[in-house]
């Protein structure tokens, strides 16, 4: 019987601790969680060079000017809008309290136009190019592109707009922390500072977003 030639040899894989990378904390991404109006306005007009232009500019708008959170805004139905009253009607995710906001003119006109326009209809307000209802993570990297194209010097992302409406009203006085459906401003406690607190009712502040918001 012929020899074998095999022989044993030493394992040469050495045996490692997976670790899994953590993500980098938002402090050492950006100073700050919010836009401030001058910013929203350039992530708007950046938002009007893509190749949706409208959509994507009317998608930034109306997040921030009703503080919308990304699944909020993607979610939005045109059974939502009454363009007779200039009214939005907002349903939170989270256990948020829904209610009724106001849509200013330029809000409105560009609302009207892209409904006009929209090809597919869809119930959705936002879609996609080919009818679908926009995602989370598709608005999510749109936003993140037109920070780029803004030259903000820091990574844009979605829920920034929500928290740029709750500056706007904090620091224009206007306390938001008892209003149902208006998101709480970056000064708030759960963001680690103290809010100005100013009392006002909840109509009352809903009525005074198209006051507040600016064009």
Known sequence: MAKSRLKLVAPSTENRTVVTPLRRPNAELRTREYLTDAEVARLQEAGKGNRWGHRDATMILVAYR??????????????????????????RVKKGSPSTHPIRGDELRALRRLQREQDPRSAFVFTSERGAPFGTAGFARMVERAGEAADLGFKAHPHMLRHACGFALANKGHDTRGAAGLPRSPQHSAHGALHRAVTRSVQGLLALIAVVMPA
């Open 66 to 91: 009703h503080g919308f959170r990304a699944s909020e805004l993607v979610g939005l139905r045109w059974d939502q809008i009454d363009f007779e009253a200039a009214t939005l009607a907002v349903r």
